[in-house]
C-alpha cells in the first residue's frame, strides 16, 4: 500500500504545532507522545499502520473549528476519526498528519418524539442513538455490525448501511441535517429537523465523502417507531447459487422483508463453533429472513416468504416460534465476522451486485478463491447485493497478505463488472482507492475531485484517500 | 429560437461542447411541464431531451430501472404497472397547478427533485436514485453511482444533480430503485378537525409503528380534513386500520382502493390549489411547525390559504401574487422556525423580482456558486435558473 511521502517540513515544525493546539484546546485535548500515539496509528484495517503527528479531540464545535485554523496555517493534513471502526483505512494517517477524533463528542443534545428526530454530537455511538430514544419506542434504523462501537461522524463519513437497510435504507436516507466545520474553519448549518434541502443537496454529498469535505461536529437524525415484534425464519439450501436465486424470488414476489442475511457452508461452521446457535451443519448455504409487525403481520409476509423458499427446494426451513429462538438466530449472524477470525486472518470484502447476479457472482467468486488456492467465506446483506467476501489467509506467510489482496481486486472487478460496485458500505479509503479507476473514467474522478476542490481548496483533509493517487497527486501537492 | 434535439448520450455531448465552446446558453428542456419552476432563464437556445428516451434496463427481481431522462413518466409508470411495482417517492404532476401541458419526463422529476405524499415513509425522489450519468457544462458525460442498492463508491454525485435544475448537468440516464406496488391500501379520513388538530393527529399516527404512508390535511381554519394512508398486505392493512382507528378518537372513517388512491392523487398534484389565481408557495419545515407557521403569517397580516402533507412538515401557501407575493413574512417564518420556501407558481416577472429560492447563508452561497462554476464553467446550463 502506497502512501504519500510525508511533508518533512511539517514534521519538523512538530514542537511548535503540537505548542499551538495545545494552546487552543488544552493539554487533555492533545496526544503527542510517541506511545500514546501507537492507539492511532490504524483503525480496523489493521494490515496499514502509521503513527500520526499529533492527535486532538475536542469536545465542541468551537475546539474543532481552533484545531482546524491551527492545522490549516501549518499546512498539517487532517484526518478525521470517528471511533476507528473503518474497514477501509479511513482513518489510516501519514507521518505528517493531525488525526482529529470526536470520541469526546458525545452528547445526545435534542430528542424531539413529536416530530421524530434526534440531535446529537457527531462522535456519539450508533447504538447509543437508538438507547436514547428507545424508551420513548422509536429507533435509529442504520445498524452496521459494529455499532457498539461505531460513531454516527464514521457512519456519516462512510454513509453506512446494516442488515436492515433493504427495508430503512442506509445513514444517507436517515440524515436530516449537520454541522459541518469546513477546512476553512467556518461553521455551516446543512438541513435541519425538516425534510429536503432549500439548494443544492449538500447534505447528500457530504454524506459518504469520507471526511474529505469537512468535518461533521452534530447531526440530526430520523428517528423511527420501534416494530410491534420481528421473527426470523432460517432456510438452508443445497447450494449458495440455489440461495442466491431465492433471495432474487423472494424480493420479485411483493414482499420486502427488513432483512435477508446471507451465510455459506464455511461461515455457518466456523460460527457454530463459536456461538452455538444451532445453525444445520449439512446444509451448504442458508437464508436468515426476518419480517417485522404485529403477530399477525408477520405471519401473512412469512407465509409468502416460505412459499417462495419452498419452490427452491430448501433443506431447512426454520421459523422462529419464539424470542430465544429469534435471538439465537441472529447471535450467530452478529458473531459472524468474529468467528472467522478464529480461522486466521482475514480480508473483508464489500462489493454491492445486482441481486439478479448474486448467483453469477458466487459462482465467479468460488472459481476466483480457488485458482488463487486461497479461502473465501460469505456472509453478507444479500436482499441489497452487499456481498461480503472474506478472504482468509495467514499473515505470517510470506506473500500471502498479497494474495490475498490480489484475489480481492479480482473478486471486485468481478462485482464491478456485472453491473455492481467497489464499496456498498465500507467506503473506498485507501483500500480500494487504486480500484477506482476500474468502476469510473478519468472525467468522473476529476468531477468528483472538484467537488472537493471547492470544500477544501488546500486538500488538507484526509487526502490521500478515495482517489487514486496518481489521480489526486497534483491536487494534494498543496 | 434554436432547438437542439441530441439523439443520444454522445450527441448530447457535443452539443453541449459546441454552446460552451461558443458561449451560447441553454435553456434545457424535458417535457416542459415544469417549465415554470424556478426562475426565468435567459437563454438563446433550447436544449430537448426529448430524443434521450426510452427504457435501457428494467430488472423487477432486483427492483432495479434504468431510463434515459427524455423518457415520459406515464410510458416509465405502465411499464412498473404491468410487474406490479412502483416509483416509491410518488412524483407529483405539475400541470394542473402551473396551468402547463406537455407530457412530464423523468429528467423533470429527478431535476426538480419532485416527491410526493409517499416521501415521508420511502423517502425523496433522491433517495429512490441508484445513479445518474450526466453530460457536465464542459460537455463530459460523466457517471455517477451505478444500478445497485447500496453504493458508497466515491462521492455522491447522484444527490448534488437531483433537484439542482439542470444547472450542474444535462441528464442523460437514470437508474431508481423501485418498489413493489402495496397489495392494499386504505385511508382514515376525519373531517372538520382544524389545522392544529389534524396535523396532531397525523403526528400521533407517524408515531406509531403502523408504516403510516400518507399524512395530510386540506384545508385550514375549523374545518379541513384530515387524511391517513395504510399501504401494504391485506391482512396487514385491516390490522393497522384498526389499530389506527382506536388510538385516534371518534368521527374517523376508512375508504380503500380506488377511493383512496383517487384522496392521494389530489394531494400530490395540490388539486386544491390549481384553479385558484395568484402565487403557490412550497415550504418545508418540521412537522409540528406547520400549523404555527399558517397562524404566525395570519397574525402578520398576510392573507393567505394552507394545505399540510408530510405530516405537516410540507406546507402549500396561496398568497396574492401582489408586491413580493409574501415572499418576506414567509421568509421570516422559515428563519425563525429553521426551514426553507419555494416560489413555485408566480407569473415569470414575479420569479425573476422574488428570491424564488430560500437565501443562503454566505458560507453555502459559496459552495454553491463554486459547485457551479466547477460543472458548468461558462455558465450556459440553465443560468439564472436557481440563482441570479
Redesign the interface.
Known amino acids: 500500500m502506497e502512501m504519500p511521502v510525508p511533508d518533512r517540513m511539517i514534521i519538523d515544525q512538530k514542537a511548535t504545532l503540537v505548542a499551538r493546539l495545545v494552546q487552543a484546546l488544552g493539554a487533555d485535548g492533545v496526544i503527542h507522545a510517541a506511545e500514546e500515539l501507537r492507539a492511532y496509528e490504524c483503525d480496523a484495517l489493521t494490515a496499514y499502520r502509521c503513527p500520526p503527528l499529533a492527535v486532538v479531540l475536542p469536545r465542541t464545535t468551537a475546539e474543532v473549528v481552533a484545531a482546524i485554523r491551527v492545522c490549516a496555517d501549518m499546512g498539517a493534513p487532517i484526518v478525521p476519526r470517528g471511533a476507528g471502526t473503518s474497514l477501509s483505512g479511513g482513518s489510516l494517517p501519514t507521518a505528517d498528519s493531525v488525526i482529529l477524533g470526536v470520541s469526546r463528542m458525545n452528547q445526545v443534545l435534542e430528542i424531539?418524539?413529536?416530530?421524530?428526530?434526534i440531535r446529537v454530537q457527531a462522535g456519539i455511538t450508533n447504538l447509543a442513538v437508538t438507547g436514547a430514544v428507545e424508551a420513548q419506542?422509536?429507533f435509529y434504523a442504520p445498524d452496521p455490525s459494529s455499532q457498539l462501537a461505531c460513531a454516527i461522524a464514521g457512519n456519516i463519513a462512510?454513509?453506512s448501511?446494516g442488515a436492515h437497510?433493504?427495508k430503512y435504507?442506509?445513514t444517507?436516507?436517515n440524515l436530516l441535517g449537520v454541522t459541518l466545520v469546513?477546512a476553512a474553519g467556518?461553521v455551516?448549518?446543512?438541513g435541519?429537523?425538516?425534510?429536503?434541502?432549500?439548494?443544492?443537496?449538500?447534505?447528500?454529498?457530504i454524506?459518504?465523502?469520507e471526511g474529505q469535505l469537512g468535518i461533521v461536529t452534530e447531526a440530526t437524525l430520523r428517528i423511527l417507531?420501534?416494530?410491534?415484534g420481528a421473527r426470523p425464519v432460517l432456510i438452508g439450501f443445497a447450494s449458495s447459487e440455489v440461495a442466491g436465486a431465492c433471495v432474487?424470488?423472494i424480493?420479485?414476489?411483493?414482499?420486502?422483508p427488513v432483512a435477508i442475511e446471507f451465510m455459506d457452508k464455511l461461515c455457518i461452521h466456523a460460527t457454530e463453533a463459536h456461538a452455538k446457535a444451532g445453525y444445520p451443519m449439512d446444509v451448504e448455504a442458508l437464508l436468515i429472513v426476518e419480517a417485522e409487525?404485529?403477530e399477525?403481520?408477520i405471519e401473512?409476509?412469512l407465509a409468502?416468504i416460505k412459499e417462495v423458499a419452498n419452490r427452491h427446494n430448501p433443506m431447512v426451513l426454520r421459523e422462529s416460534t419464539s424470542e430465544a429462538e429469534s435471538a439465537a438466530i441472529w447471535l450467530g449472524r452478529k458473531s459472524a465476522f468474529g468467528a472467522m477470525g478464529q480461522l486466521g486472518d482475514y480480508i473483508c470484502l464489500d462489493g454491492?451486485?445486482?441481486?439478479?447476479?448474486l448467483p453469477e457472482v458466487l459462482r465467479g467468486t468460488a472459481e476466483l478463491a480457488a485458482s488463487y488456492g486461497l479461502r473465501v467465506a460469505n456472509v453478507f446483506?444479500a436482499?441489497?447485493?452487499?456481498m461480503h467476501p472474506l478472504i482468509i489467509f495467514d499473515a505470517n506467510r510470506p506473500g500471502e497478505l498479497e494474495q490475498a489482496e490480489a484475489l480481492g481486486a479480482d473478486i471486485l472487478r468481478l462485482c464491478v463488472d456485472v453491473?455492481?460496485?467497489?464499496?456498498?458500505?465500507?467506503?473506498?479509503g485507501v483500500e480500494?482507492r487504486e480500484l477506482?479507476g476500474h468502476?469510473?473514467n478519468a472525467?468522473?474522478?476529476v468531477?468528483?475531485m472538484?467537488?472537493?476542490?471547492?470544500?477544501d481548496p488546500g486538500w488538507l483533509l484526509n487526502p490521500a484517500k478515495?482517489f487514486p493517487l496518481a489521480a489526486s497527486e497534483s491536487r494534494r501537492g498543496g | 429560437m434554436t432547438v437542439l434535439t441530441p439523439r443520444d448520450e454522445a450527441d448530447l455531448a457535443e452539443a453541449v461542447a459546441e454552446a460552451a465552446g461558443a458561449g451560447t446558453p441553454l435553456e434545457i428542456r424535458g417535457g416542459g411541464s415544469r417549465a415554470g419552476l424556478g426562475r426565468p432563464v435567459q437563454a438563446e437556445a433550447t436544449l430537448s431531451t426529448a430524443g434521450l428516451s426510452g427504457i435501457t434496463l428494467y430488472?423487477?427481481?432486483?427492483?432495479?430501472l434504468v431510463v434515459k431522462a427524455g423518457t415520459k413518466v406515464a410510458e416509465i409508470e405502465a411499464a412498473l404497472v404491468a410487474e406490479?411495482q412502483m416509483l416509491p417517492f410518488e412524483p407529483m404532476d405539475h400541470r394542473a397547478l402551473l396551468g402547463t401541458e406537455g407530457e412530464p419526463t423523468i429528467g423533470g422529476v429527478v431535476a426538480c427533485?419532485v416527491?410526493g405524499p409517499r416521501?415521508?415513509q420511502a423517502?425523496?425522489c433522491?433517495?429512490a436514485m441508484l445513479g445518474v450519468r450526466f453530460v457536465?457544462g464542459r460537455g463530459?458525460?460523466?457517471?455517477?453511482g451505478?444500478?445497485?442498492?447500496?453504493?458508497?463508491?466515491?462521492?455522491?454525485?447522484?444527490?448534488?444533480i437531483?433537484?439542482?435544475y439542470g444547472t450542474?448537468g444535462v441528464l442523460s440516464e437514470i437508474s431508481f430503485k423501485v418498489?413493489?406496488?402495496p397489495?392494499a391500501e386504505a385511508t382514515l379520513v376525519r373531517e372538520g378537525l382544524g389545522a392544529a388538530a389534524g396535523v396532531a393527529a397525523l403526528?400521533l399516527a407517524?408515531?406509531?409503528?403502523?408504516g403510516i404512508t400518507g399524512a395530510a390535511h386540506l384545508g385550514g381554519g375549523a374545518g379541513g380534513r384530515t387524511l391517513l394512508r395504510i399501504e401494504?398486505?391485506t391482512?396487514?392493512v385491516g390490522?393497522?386500520t384498526g389499530?389506527l382507528l382506536g388510538r385516534l378518537g371518534t368521527g374517523w372513517e376508512a375508504v380503500s382502493g380506488a377511493e383512496s388512491a383517487a384522496l392521494w392523487r389530489e394531494v400530490r398534484d395540490v388539486a386544491r390549489f390549481a384553479g385558484r389565481d395568484g402565487a403557490v408557495w412550497r415550504v418545508?419545515?418540521?412537522?409540528?411547525d406547520g400549523p404555527v407557521l399558517s397562524e404566525n403569517l395570519s397574525t402578520a397580516g398576510l392573507d393567505h390559504a394552507a394545505l399540510y402533507d408530510?405530516g405537516g412538515?410540507?406546507i402549500w401557501l396561496s398568497t396574492a401574487e401582489t408586491g413580493d407575493a409574501g415572499a418576506g413574512p414567509i421568509r421570516r417564518q422559515t428563519a425563525a422556525l429553521?426551514?426553507?420556501a419555494?416560489l413555485v407558481r408566480a407569473s415569470a416577472a414575479t420569479r425573476a423580482a422574488v428570491e424564488v429560492?430560500?437565501p443562503?447563508?454566505a458560507?453555502?452561497a459559496r459552495?454553491?456558486a463554486?459547485?457551479r462554476a466547477?460543472?458548468d464553467p461558462a455558465g450556459i446550463l440553465n443560468p439564472g435558473r436557481?440563482r441570479g
Open positions: 424531539d418524539t413529536a416530530n421524530r428526530f419506542g422509536f462512510m454513509n448501511g437497510c433493504l435504507g442506509v444517507t436516507n469546513t467556518e455551516v448549518e446543512i435541519g429537523a425538516h425534510l429536503d434541502p432549500a439548494g443544492y443537496d449538500l447534505l447528500g454529498v454524506c459518504g465523502s417507531a420501534s416494530p410491534e432474487a424470488d424480493i420479485r414476489s411483493g414482499v420486502i409487525g404485529s399477525a403481520e401473512e409476509q409468502c454491492v451486485v445486482p441481486v439478479s447476479a446483506h436482499g441489497d447485493g452487499n453491473g455492481g460496485c467497489l464499496s456498498g458500505e465500507h467506503g473506498v480500494k477506482m468502476q469510473f472525467a468522473d474522478l468531477q468528483q472538484e467537488v472537493k476542490d471547492v470544500f478515495v | 430488472e423487477p427481481g432486483a427492483l432495479t406490479g427533485g416527491s416521501r415521508i423517502g425523496a433522491r433517495d457536465n463530459e458525460a460523466i457517471k455517477s451505478g444500478r445497485v442498492m447500496k453504493n458508497v463508491t466515491g462521492y455522491d454525485l447522484v444527490k448534488l437531483c433537484g439542482s450542474l418498489l413493489p406496488k397489495e403526528n407517524l408515531g406509531s409503528p403502523f401494504g398486505l391482512g396487514s390490522y393497522r389499530q418545508s419545515v418540521k412537522p409540528a408530510w412538515g410540507l429553521g426551514g426553507h419555494t429560492f430560500e443562503e447563508p458560507t453555502l459552495i454553491a463554486g459547485l466547477k460543472f436557481m
